[in-house]
């Protein structure tokens, strides 16, 4: 049944008074490439398909926040009901590993089809007000991952920002007493540069010229 909210259709004013559009309102807009007017169109839109739009939405994200969460191995998300995906599901068999910042940069370097291996996702960097806790990068579980699957190296997929390379000379740290090749994007990426928005010829170029960080290669 859709039920048209009277009066709403067009007026986004009218929905300023009520407590639960407007807590929805600030909520919507602080999602990626959402202001306002864009929240307030969105929150019509579910008001007026309550049935169809509104109820699944309400009942999916309550399932998705209850169930999804981050693998405590690997960084990447997964369902509690189901073994990690990027991880523990991996039937393939590789000798390298990816580190990068989120998940999208893992979409983006996935789709330039530059690397076969396995991701390791830290979640932000260390700089990140969200991410206060070296524990939150996952290093031990890096390292275990590093031994367990007969890894020989590990490629330091981090943005040409300044809490991007902070982050990478940090894990190098980390990585300095196993036996093991720890190599770095090339320098040719553009200062400033986040992994998820570099074109395919930007990113496959940084994969070939990586530099290895190991002292006794320099
Ligand atoms: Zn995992």
């Known amino acids: 049944m859709v039920w048209v909210f009277p009066g709403l259709s ?9 407590l639960e ?3 929805l309102i600030k909520l919507i807009s602080k999602l990626p490439g959402l202001g306002p007017k864009s929240a307030k169109r969105i929150i019509l839109k579910l008001i007026n398909n309550r049935q169809e739009l509104m109820k699944p939405l309400a009942q999916t994200l309550s399932e998705a926040y209850k169930n999804v969460a981050r693998c405590k191995n690997c960084g990447s998300l997964k369902s509690n009901n189901a073994n990690c995906d990027n991880c523990q599901n991996n039937s393939k068999k590789y000798n390298k590993i990816c580190v990068v910042e989120n998940i999208a940069d893992q979409w983006t370097i996935e789709s330039s089809s530059i690397f076969k291996g396995y991701f390791h996702i830290l979640g932000g960097t260390l700089s990140n007000s969200n991410l206060e806790r070296k524990e939150d990068l996952l290093l031990d579980s890096l390292i ?15 943005s040409a920002t300044v809490e991007g390379q902070t982050t990478a000379f940090y894990i190098q740290d980390s990585l300095k007493n196993i036996n093991i090749k720890v190599t770095k994007l090339a320098q040719g990426l553009p200062v400033g540069s986040e992994i998820d928005s570099l074109d395919d010829g930007t990113l496959i170029s940084a994969f070939k010229n990586r530099k290895s960080l190991n002292s006794d290669s320099d």
């Open 144 to 158: 275990e991952r590093v031994k367990k699957n007969s890894i020989d190296e590990v490629i330091l997929a981090t």
């Open 10 to 18: 067009g007026r986004f004013n009218s929905m300023q008074n009520i």
């Open 21 to 23: 559009i407007n807590n």
